[in-house]
């Protein structure tokens, strides 16, 4: 987020001179500093910047030989730029961005970096509790989503908006260390198992509620600065680094999945491999001081030092209490959430050991890295695609809430599992990859155009995905029926379990989300809509 460090100033063109005259004085083409006496706070808000470091193709060298009417329609796109990214931010000055695309690309991309390789080594070890640690494993993850949940509800925000949100991250990520490294703690102490994965569970899942706040406002004052440099609208710097972003983190995520089990083939103890995503964790953290934060404005330092504790602690609920575009938002989270709860209860634990005989589950890990891996490369792909064609975020949503629908229709339309095999399972996963694409960028991309509270909006989805995790684990776990059926199945522990209703529940929500994101949308370009008539409205009046 960029503040007003000069007065900005308006230009004319002249036909018998360069020289470009301010309201309050003049200033060359080499960009001398202007009057010293400071322009009130609409003229701030309202007069086109000219600056080659905001829009390099206004400068006055670059408008040589150019009509009046190229410059007119320049500043017509800058005027809108302003507004556009004023709205999402909610400040009301703002100046041109100190940095070049390149700068702020390398750092996001390295801040990509460790902060996929940290939550790599704590998805890796969550995926491994219930193997290695058995019922153990479970408690500890309920215990982990619960505190995640209740974290990113009540006091997640109010870290976030007192250090920053890279100063939030290098927290977050130090404390999600403590969680993995309780996997080899309980592994090398047997007598101390118990207490120190459950206490390090509820450490870890408060780390992880703020975590991923912060770098849900990372990403969104990344993309404002790069937006900024670029001169791009605001859906198109966040759908180009959500891309980039996700692509990193799922891509990393394979790599960290896979990390077990190549060093237990190569001879490793279960210990050695904990110790080892242990250090990749800390590492992570450590080489975090080489990335740029971006601090708070003075406006907004002034308005969280307004703001009681109590306050910035309960941001998140009450966006979602007054908001009526987060309510709408909601069944998008759910759709991922429900979906994962349904891949990993029914299809990991029971539709790959039928089908292809896996009583070891060694085809788990294999299965899920391909959705990492898919997810990985669409989201990429669907950054790119939409930062150079007109498929916007709200295409590429629907294609992820359809994938997320077809997960559990297609278990609708053959609940046999024996007609399952190696071909058609990896199709589901690669689907599931697909959704989780569009979740991971798309999605965290318009949280990031919509809401102009980004601590808040980013809150949401940890609370939302939270809570509908936790809520999907109960279903699975006590949905049950009475006969053996198409879809009341019998599971390795000989209960019987009736899996149509997580398969319904996704596929209703799934449908939810599109409705949804389409009505907030509609109501997110109407205040855009109404704000910039009333910045045109001001203008005229000066």
Request: charged share 15%; with cysteine.
């Amino acid at each position: 987020m960029t503040t007003l460090t000069s007065a900005t100033t308006t230009t004319t063109t002249n036909s018998h001179s360069d020289t470009s005259h301010s309201s309050t004085g003049n200033c060359t083409n080499n960009d001398a500093n202007p009057s010293d006496e400071p322009l009130n706070q609409q003229e701030q808000l309202l007069e086109p910047l000219e600056t080659t470091k905001l829009f390099p193709s206004s400068s006055s060298s670059s408008r040589r030989g150019r009509g009046a009417d190229h410059h007119h329609l320049t500043t017509l796109q800058q005027q809108h730029l302003l507004s556009e990214v004023m709205f999402n931010t909610g400040i009301t000055t703002i100046s041109p961005s100190d940095y070049t695309p390149s700068f702020i690309l390398k750092h996001f991309i390295l801040l990509s970096i460790l902060f996929s390789t940290n939550h790599g080594a704590v998805v890796s070890c969550l995926s491994l509790a219930t193997a290695r640690m058995g019922n153990l494993g479970n408690w500890q993850s309920s215990i982990l989503y619960l505190s995640y949940t209740l974290s990113s509800l009540l006091g997640a925000t109010l870290v976030v908006k007192s250090v920053g949100s890279r100063n939030a991250m290098f927290i977050g990520m130090s404390i999600y260390c403590i969680y993995v490294g309780t996997f080899a703690l309980a592994t090398t102490v047997p007598s101390i198992r118990n207490i120190s994965a459950i206490l390090g569970a509820f450490v870890g899942g408060i780390g992880g509620g703020f975590l991923w706040t912060a770098q849900g406002s990372y990403f969104a004052r990344a993309s404002e600065e790069y937006a900024l440099a670029k001169s791009l609208n605001m859906e198109q710097a966040s759908s180009w680094l959500g891309g980039i972003f996700a692509g990193i983190y799922l891509g990393l995520e394979v790599f960290m999945r896979l990390f077990s089990t190549v060093m237990i083939r190569w001879g490793w103890s279960w210990v050695a491999v904990f110790v080892g995503y242990t250090v990749l964790a800390i590492g992570s953290v450590v080489l975090m001081v080489l990335t740029k934060d971006y601090p708070l404005s003075e406006e907004e330092k002034r308005k969280n030092e307004s703001q009681s504790i109590l306050y910035k602690s309960t941001v998140t609920f009450r966006l979602l209490w007054t908001d009526v575009k987060m309510k709408y938002m909601v069944p998008l989270c759910a759709t991922f959430s429900l979906s994962s709860v349904f891949v990993t209860t029914f299809v990991n634990a029971e539709v790959i050991r039928v089908a292809l005989g896996d009583g070891n589950s060694a085809y788990v890990g294999m299965f899920t890295s391909v959705t990492a891996a898919v997810g990985g490369i669409m989201s990429v792909v669907f950054g790119y695609v939409s930062q150079r064609t007109i498929i916007g975020n709200h295409m590429i949503l629907v294609i992820g809430c359809l994938s997320f629908f077809a997960v559990s229709f297609l278990f609708v339309l053959y609940p046999d599992f024996s007609g399952w095999n190696f071909s058609s399972l990896l199709l589901v996963y690669a689907l599931q990859g697909v959704g989780r694409a569009t979740f991971e960028g798309a999605l965290k991309a318009e949280f990031a155009t919509v809401f102009v509270d980004k601590e808040a909006a980013f809150g949401n989805i940890i609370f939302q995905n939270g809570l509908v995790t936790s809520l999907g684990y109960s279903i699975a776990a006590n949905s049950k029926c009475h006969q053996v059926g198409n879809y009341c199945i019998e599971f390795e522990d000989h209960g019987l379990h009736n899996i149509m209703v997580l398969e319904v529940m996704v596929m209703v929500s799934a449908i939810l989300a599109i409705g949804g994101y389409q009505r907030a949308k509609k109501i997110y370009n109407r205040e855009r809509e109404e704000l910039e008539m009333e910045t045109r409205l001001l203008g005229e009046d000066h």
